[in-house]
């Protein structure tokens, strides 16, 4: 999820609702796991037990505040793991300040849900919540239905965000990439700890969606990630993912997800030496930041530019290059992959824009793609004519959705696919979950998540064949690193030289492929400048 979300917007794609209950209560005799750790203690449901809120760094906070995450202490005694931790501290989703910050800095924990106890050793999954890496929780996200259903170990996991996770300053090792380390270190806690809990340690997928997606294909160019996983998920969020000018949404300048780290720590200095802060711009500045309060820092940095410090830092051990760039490069983990978009991406945020603020009008439309596009904007609206639907707002959200996520979507699957073995989807039901009445989101940003995970008065709307094939797909995927399941039609892969790759369409009462880039312009977006 990208910058200058309103509140509602966060609640189109999912970021403020909680998850589904476990299904069982906690009882002093839950099933124990021995982690590398020490024992914990879990909650038994329906053929699978939870496991909530297990360390797996010790927490950042004090003089561990913008440093790699350090181990965990180890205990003897049965730890309780049946409620979840705080959340990490997070700016309010109004981005704009007003709205209290949350969560705390002690909040490196991750939750694992597994099938009841095998003989057999189950894939792993490791999903990467989104949130602009500004704000979300793992706690979203409840995986029953992945564990019993997909046999499958899921771990979800929290990781510092917004000014505690990409702050940076020159000489402060690490600038820009602690959220980013913290993911590394949850996948070093996967592979030590996922046999305890049935789990194959030699087969872990990384998943994310959005933010999380992003987050994921970075990892595939991380030198320090080498190793940690052995598949991938990207899920609406791509290595390419970038915006013109006020096509987000009007008040958003032209950006992309990842920041070179001279523009983080430039931004950080001049937070250090800010009137507010007074911690001047010389080597004790991080020593100095490190004692300023936790909530102050948040509402000191809301918003959507470098100065809000949700942009993961390149030009660092973590990421050497824009991950884009080393994909281009070839600078990728040759692993399986499977990567997605949904059909209207983009209605989840023009279409809160439109609830807030009233609807696009025509004259509205051709300004936006002016300020966006430039001499080109004749161009872009005589392939998308408000004419041809059934709004200016929805012919906006299409412009976007194509410019911003599908398109760059399936340019990363190519360029992935000339090293290794890709597979493609598109999500296209727009008859599911209602995020939000009164507008036709469709198969908007993050519409495909409640068939996947429990989510509270989401799942309960969602189809459940499609559910179920979804989750067959990703489970099969996880097992193997192809998603066609049993009884399922064939899934070709995506080849590098294909213009418009066969994607899979999930929704429901459909089955096949789809020519993806034909349905979206790329052919017309290749022209474009970017």
Known sequence: ???????????????????????????????????????????????????????????????????????????????EATAKQADCAQNGLTFDGKAAPSGAEDCLYLNVTAPEPSSVRRPVLVFLHGGSFQNGTASYYDAQRLATQGGLVVVTL????????????????????????????????????AAAFGGDPANVTLAGQSSGGEAVCAQLTSPPARGLFDKAVLQSGSCRTSWPDQLFLPDIEAGSQFNPRSVVEDA??????????????????????????????LKATPGT??????????????????????????????????????????????????LSNGPITAEDYARLLTAAFGPDAGRVQATYPASGYDSPGL??????????????????ERQLAARMPVHGYEFAERDGPVFVPGYPFGAAHGSELPYLFDMAGLTEQAQPALAARMIASWARFAATGNPR???????????????????????????????AAADHHCGFWATVPR
């Open 1 to 79: 999820m990208h910058p200058g979300i309103k509140l509602l917007c966060a609640l189109a794609v999912l970021a403020t609702l909680p998850v589904c209950g476990t299904g069982a209560s906690a009882a002093p005799s839950g099933p124990v796991v021995r982690t590398a750790d020490g024992p914990v203690r879990g909650v038994a449901g329906d053929g699978y037990r939870t496991f909530l809120g297990l360390p797996y760094a010790a927490p950042p906070v004090g003089e561990l505040r913008w440093r790699p995450p350090r181990p965990v202490q180890r205990w003897t005694a049965v730890r």
């Open 268 to 297: 950080g200095a001049t937070l250090a030496a800010s009137e507010k802060f007074g911690c001047g711009t010389g080597p004790r500045a991080a020593e100095c930041m490190r004692g300023k309060d936790a909530y102050e820092l």
């Open 305 to 354: 530019g470098a100065q809000a410090f949700i942009t993961p830092a390149y030009d660092t051990a973590v990421l050497p290059r824009h991950p884009a760039d080393a994909l281009a490069a070839g600078r990728a983990f040759r692993v399986p992959v499977l990567a997605g978009s949904t059909l209207d991406e983009h209605r989840s945020f023009t279409g809160i824009h439109e």
């Open 485 to 515: 399941a049993a009884g399922q039609e064939p899934w070709p892969p995506v080849r590098a030289s294909d213009a418009g790759p066969a994607v899979r369409v999930f929704a429901a009462g459909r089955t096949g492929t789809v020519d």
């Open 158 to 193: 929290n990781y510092r965000l917004g000014v505690f996770g990409y702050y940076g300053l020159p000489g402060l090792s690490g600038s820009g990439t602690f959220g980013l380390q913290d993911q590394q270190a949850a996948l070093r806690w996967v592979r030590r700890n």
């Open 395 to 412: 012919a906006w959200a299409a412009v976007a959705t194509d410019r911003i996520w599908a398109c760059p979507m399936l340019e990363t």
